[in-house]
């Protein structure tokens, strides 16, 4: 109930802190703001309406999706100029199509001229085009034409020349800056992302073809470079909440993660010098692989303590070094994991209990599915 303290919750229980959401999402649009440069932010973290609210300073436009559940669920709650950065699934072109007849601005992306002729074969209604995102790997090595080949830029002009379809952007994410520790491994991997994502936007010039550029991910917007005021738009997302491995990463510190998932201890287990609590990987998720020093997650406030193992319902907690003094632990003690992975962790839970300073202000229900 709104005005509990959160030791009222049942657990497991994901906790949102507001201010820090806020505090976070300011940051994001005001680093953009400074760069000149738009800020797209991604939904996939929260998927949430609220936190969307947040993020697009209540605009309700300018957004990245990684699935048509939430392309769907922001549409119907008024949002527009949506971008579905998903290599379009062939299964999927039929309700793309739906939603680019329906918004002024539906957006979707490719990187395979198969794809191309799937758009081709289903012409808009109403004289409507289709809008359409070039994806390139600039190194990240998941989707997208790779930047050098030369299909890309005779992708680029066939989607350009495309009827019924308009070249709207090139769409690079550096996920590689998740495998970076420390700013300057960050911005070095942003400075390339960005270096090679403008070189592909300077032979498609040449090409006599122009339109927007995108790069992102949040350890490269939460620390830019210079360079990448000369792009249209960055799309990071999970800096809203943040998490143990945005920290990892030098993303942010501990305190800068807004989200946690309180547990309880229901056993103890003196013959293993462990306790149980009631967060297994139904609650957490298994991201991360336990490889943290303090095991799944950061145990707030307990720095000896590691959560070595998860079942769906039940997490072991081991000491790191020593024995385990069960008495400043009972039964019923209430905890609080930093998780690893904040977008993982968010995705296990149908309601994210939000809170200001503790006592309890509401609840998001974020949407679900593909
Ligand atoms: C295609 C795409 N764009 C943007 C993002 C947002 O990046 P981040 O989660 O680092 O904020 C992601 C995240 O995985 C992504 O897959």
């Known amino acids: 109930m709104e005005g509990d303290p959160l030791s009222a919750l049942c657990t497991p229980a994901l906790v949102v802190d507001l201010k820090k959401v806020k505090k976070n999402a300011h940051e994001m649009i005001e680093r953009c703001q400074k760069l000149g440069v738009q800020l797209r932010p991604h939904m996939k973290t929260h998927k949430t309406l609220e936190c969307a609210d947040i993020m697009t300073g209540g605009s309700r436009r300018c957004i990245v999706v990684s699935t048509l559940a939430e392309a769907t669920f922001y549409a119907d ?14 299964d999927k072109v039929e309700k793309c199509a739906s939603l680019s007849e329906r918004l002024d601005l539906f957006q979707v992306l490719l990187d395979h001229p198969d794809a191309l002729e799937q758009l081709k074969k289903r012409p808009l209604r109403d004289g409507r085009q289709w809008n359409v995102w070039l994806k390139l790997d600039c190194g990240n090595g998941r989707a997208g034409v790779l930047h050098s080949d030369d299909g890309a830029l005779r992708l680029a002009k066939a989607m350009a020349e495309a009827r019924g379809v308009e070249l709207k952007g ?13 700013v300057t491994e960050i ?43 000369k792009l249209s738009e960055v799309h990071p997302g999970n800096y809203v909440f943040y998490d143990v491995q945005q920290s990892t990463i030098g993303s942010c510190t501990l305190k800068d993660v807004a989200v946690k998932v309180l547990t309880r201890i229901i056993g103890h287990s003196p013959h293993r010098n462990q306790f149980l609590v009631d967060c297994g990987w139904s609650a957490l998720s298994l991201d991360g692989a336990g490889k943290l020093p303090t095991g799944y997650a950061v145990i707030e406030g307990h720095p000896n303590l590691k959560l070595l193992s998860m079942t769906q319902e039940h997490g072991r907690v081991e000491p790191i070094s020593g024995q385990l003094d069960y008495d400043k632990y009972p039964l019923g003690t209430l905890l609080t994991l930093i998780p690893y992975h904040a977008c993982a962790t968010a995705a296990m839970h149908p309601i994210y209990h939000v809170h200001s300073e503790g006592s309890l202000v509401g609840g998001w229900t974020p949407t679900r599915g593909w």
């Open 187 to 229: 911005q070095e991997v942003a400075q390339e992302t960005t270096r090679l994502t403008l070189q592909f936007m300077e032979k498609l010039k040449l090409a006599g073809i122009t339109c927007k550029s995108s790069i992102g991910s949040t350890p490269s917007c939460s620390h830019p470079v210079k360079d990448m005021e």
């Open 170 to 182: 090139v769409y690079a994410h550096c996920g590689n800056t998740y495998g970076c520790r420390g």
């Open 77 to 90: 709650h008024g949002y527009d100029d949506i971008l579905y950065a998903y290599s379009i699934p062939f």
